[in-house]
């Protein structure tokens, strides 16, 4: 038989799964409501302030199971790289195909807007997030600039990375399909790097 505290435990994750299923259907925050989710779940509104303050701290803890979710879609699509320069680009590949075929939980990530303060946990998991991918453009570029130059050099690419996302997924992207897309901003990405490292070294030479 389950422990009280196995259910409760079990019923909060289960929350935030449907919670997620649902911004994702529904292609973002709209019609997302407490009784909503807790209607599909078969429980009452109520209950989900046992383990939440509010709907706003209760979207921040989707988040970071939607971030979480981001990793395991990206492990799983790139799979094991022996080269970095196989590596980076598959991983790209990864986070344009997650955008596509998970549009509601970008626009949940990138484009709602939520109110304030941003949690400390979420703000963390973010920068962490971010590190991760600064680091792999460190290693794309087989450290032929300084960490701190490779991390100024990732945070414009992640910038134009997710910016041609936002413009795709609203649908700014006229007469683009999907894979001529992909293939572009993939293509773009790995000579933006490259031109910046470049840039770099002529710079400091």
């Known amino acids: 038989m389950e422990k009280p505290a196995d259910q409760s435990r079990n019923l909060k994750q289960k929350l935030i799964e449907i ?17 909503s ?3 599909k779940a078969g429980c009452a509104h109520t209950n989900i302030y046992n383990f939440f303050g509010d709907f706003n701290s209760f979207l921040y803890a989707a988040m970071i199971h939607t971030m979480e979710n981001i990793i395991l879609f990206t492990q799983k699509q790139v799979g094991t790289r022996a080269r970095n320069f196989e590596h980076f680009p598959a991983f790209i590949d990864a986070q344009i195909d997650f955008a596509h075929q998970h549009e509601g939980l970008f626009r949940f990530i990138w484009l709602e807007k939520i ?24 290693n794309s570029m087989q450290e032929k600039v300084p960490r701190n130059a ?55 030479g």
């Open 19 to 35: 919670c997620c299923q649902m911004i994702d259907e529904n292609k973002g925050l709209n019609n997302i409501s407490l009784r």
């Open 37 to 39: 989710i807790a209607r």
């Open 115 to 138: 109110e304030e303060p941003i949690p400390l946990r979420v703000t963390q998991f973010s920068e962490e997030l971010k590190k991760r991918f600064a680091e792999l453009v460190y």
């Open 150 to 204: 490779a991390y100024e050099i990732s945070y414009i690419l992640h910038s134009y990375l997710h910016g041609e996302l936002c413009k795709f997924i609203t649908r700014r992207t006229i007469g683009m399909t999907f894979d001529k897309f992909k293939v572009e901003l993939n293509g773009n990405i790995q000579k933006m790097m490259f031109l910046l490292m470049e840039s770099y070294e002529k710079f400091i």
